[in-house]
């Protein structure tokens, strides 16, 4: 699938909910099955900055696409790195550069954090793009 797919799935599957409360805890439930980063790079590397919970990240090339694992130590938290993971792990670095977030503001979820956590996740896309970036450089 598409990065632009799995964007229209997440909106989709939020559009379900009538509230937020039901959105909320349906985040929970994708931070529960959220690729789980390995211990070994839960590192002060590996930490999302900006973040007011902590936020690990860990992105790795798979046959020219990245995978992204990922944990963090609040149940929020996860949730919105779990679907920020499931938007982009398993595609190619240039199409994770250059793939928008609006859905991010469809499902509206900019406006149902408070400050701090809005803020978290600006950092947290900003990471991951910056780790394609990094490895669409390796690949040129």
Not at 32 to 56: F, M, R
Request: negative net charge; contains cysteine; proline residues 2%.
């Amino acid at each position: 699938m598409t990065i632009q797919e799995i964007q229209n799935d997440i909106v989709d599957e939020f559009s379900m909910f009538d509230d937020w409360m039901q959105r909320y805890e349906y985040m929970i439930e994708l931070g529960k099955s959220l690729p789980l980063i390995d211990d070994t790079y839960k590192t002060d590397d590996n930490i999302i900055k900006g973040c007011q919970s902590k936020v690990w990240v860990h992105a790795e090339l798979v046959d020219d696409k990245l995978v992204f694992t990922a944990d963090s130590d609040a149940i929020i938290t996860k949730g919105i790195i779990a679907i920020l993971v499931r938007a982009f792990s398993n595609q190619r670095p240039k199409d994770i550069m250059e793939a928008n977030t609006d859905f991010i503001d469809e499902i509206g979820l900019k406006e149902h954090l408070s400050p701090t956590r809005a803020n978290g996740l600006v950092s947290m896309i900003k990471q991951l793009k910056m780790y394609a970036i990094a490895y669409q450089t390796q690949l040129n």
